[in-house]
């Protein structure tokens, strides 16, 4: 998908949605410009900048994917997003690395490119919960308190589990530019399983239908 074809996905998500959703869209994609320019007087290396600002975003960008599979599931608009918004964040990354003051250089690219596939991982865990909850707020209040409850419970027992599974602690190597083999398993158990049951649980609603 190229970045236009990602805006333009962007652009009609925008449209066809209702004003809180685009309201969230817009916030969503100010977050990590806004975030990066707090940063700048702290004179931050590339990777300390990567962390707060796409961190912020990760936390909103999930809440748009719970939006647009309400009723019928758009993931298309709900990947564009994410990668729009990534995007972004990392342009606002660069970016703040580039003011005169700030000597730690440019951004490396495994940085950059971990920044996106953050980005990616959260909307598809938050299209996951929107999928299998149908209330709106509790799918968002999963969104944020099973993932971060379970990272601290396994941070606190099993630190071994808790660096393959689940999104924060993966999401931290990412965004330091290493990507391992952590990924698949936390892709595979917060990504995938969850939005095929989802959708498994919504086509078998919908064939009860009278």
């Not at 300390?48 to 758009?74: D, N």
């Not at 580039?98 to 000597?103: F, I, K, L, Q, S």
Request: glycine share 10%; with cysteine.
């Amino acid at each position: 998908m190229t970045l236009q074809g990602m805006t333009s996905r962007t652009l009609a998500a925008l449209r066809d949605t209702d004003r809180p959703l685009r309201i969230l869209l817009a916030v969503t994609l100010l977050a990590g410009p806004l975030t990066a320019a707090l940063l700048i007087p702290t004179a931050p290396t590339p990777t300390e900048v990567a962390l707060p600002v796409h961190g912020i975003v990760s936390v909103l960008v999930p809440f748009t994917g719970i939006l647009l599979v309400r009723g019928r599931p758009r993931f298309g608009a709900a990947v564009a997003v994410a990668l729009v918004a990534g995007v972004v964040a990392d342009l606002a990354c660069v970016a703040v690395a580039a003011v005169p003051h700030v000597d730690a250089g440019s951004a490396g690219s495994g940085v950059l490119a971990g920044g996106l596939i953050v980005q990616l991982v959260s909307q598809g865990v938050g299209t996951g919960f929107g999928l299998l909850l149908r209330r709106v707020w509790v799918a968002v209040l999963a969104d944020v308190v099973v993932p971060l409850g379970l990272w601290a419970l396994l941070g606190a027992v099993a630190p071994a589990v808790q660096a393959w599974t689940t999104p924060f602690a993966v999401a931290s190597r990412l965004l330091v530019g290493e990507i391992g083999p952590q990924l698949v398993v936390m892709v595979l158990i917060w990504v995938v399983l969850p939005n095929l049951l989802g959708l498994r649980i919504r086509h078998l609603q919908v064939r009860k239908r009278p």
